[in-house]
């Protein structure tokens, strides 16, 4: 079946660090890929997102790149700031009618100053 | 920000008693849906809608029913809560444009639901 796998955090920074979360995914056909954030006590908004292979989406400096050949989507960024604290959720869509949602698991990102 | 409207935002009942959790939308948009959140699980999709009147499971459907009698509006049920769906349930909305349905989805700002 359709599935996301992503790193387990917690990940813990410092400032201006560099940032990898890993994010691989399982799907049938040609998904679509997202990266959602969650602050504390908020809801999930959407950081970025690509919708064909080789496609890059980017976002208040995130990157993420579709690669099929290694079905991975993972995010970076080159210089995390304080307010980067977040959880980050990768996400796929695939076809059909319904436009349903597949989430990884989630990954707690500290950024320390 | 989408007019996503989730209400209540906090709840705390008891054991065996019905719930339901409103969602309340602004966009016109076709496609809604509830999810739940728990640590290590990510978000798991409860229930969803492609239209009013049309609803269908999603893989954490046990325990839980839904109704859509008007575009705007979604409601979730617990038919009789038990502590395991004790968790913070999510609505989202999404739209297909031009004919494609991969396209973001926009949350509301969670429910957070107590069993006890």
């Known amino acids: 079946g359709n599935s996301v796998t992503q790193m387990e955090g917690p990940v813990t920074l410092s400032e201006e660090a560099f940032l990898t979360i890993n994010c691989t995914y399982t799907?049938?056909?040609?998904?679509?890929l997202f990266w959602y954030v969650q602050y504390p006590g908020e809801g999930l908004q959407l950081l970025l997102k690509a919708t064909k292979a080789d496609d890059k989406g980017s976002n208040k400096g995130f990157e993420a790149t579709y690669r099929k050949e290694t079905t991975s989507f993972h995010l970076e960024k080159g210089s995390v700031q304080v307010s980067d604290s977040a959880v980050y959720f990768c996400?796929?869509?695939?076809?059909?009618?319904?436009?349903?949602?597949?989430f990884g698991t989630g990954t707690l990102l500290a950024v320390q100053p | 920000d989408a007019g996503i409207t989730q209400s209540p935002r906090h709840k705390v009942t008891e054991t065996g008693t019905p719930v339901t959790l409103r969602c309340h939308q602004t966009?016109?948009?076709?496609?809604m849906y509830w999810y739940r959140q728990d640590p290590g699980h990510g978000l798991r999709l409860i229930h969803y809608s492609y239209g009013v009147k049309d609803t269908d499971k999603g893989e954490v459907s046990d325990g839980y029913s839904v109704s859509r009698s008007k575009t705007e509006d979604f409601l979730l049920t617990l038919e009789s809560a038990t502590s395991s769906q004790t968790s913070v349930y999510f609505c989202?909305?999404?739209?297909?444009?031009?004919?494609?349905?991969?396209?973001?989805?926009?949350f509301g700002q969670g429910t957070r639901l107590t069993v006890v």
């Open positions: 966009e016109n948009h076709r496609y």
């Open positions: 996400a796929l869509t695939y076809g059909g009618a319904t436009n349903k949602l597949i």
């Open positions: 799907a049938t056909g040609y998904p679509s």
């Open positions: 989202a909305i999404s739209e297909s444009t031009r004919g494609t349905v991969n396209t973001e989805a926009f």
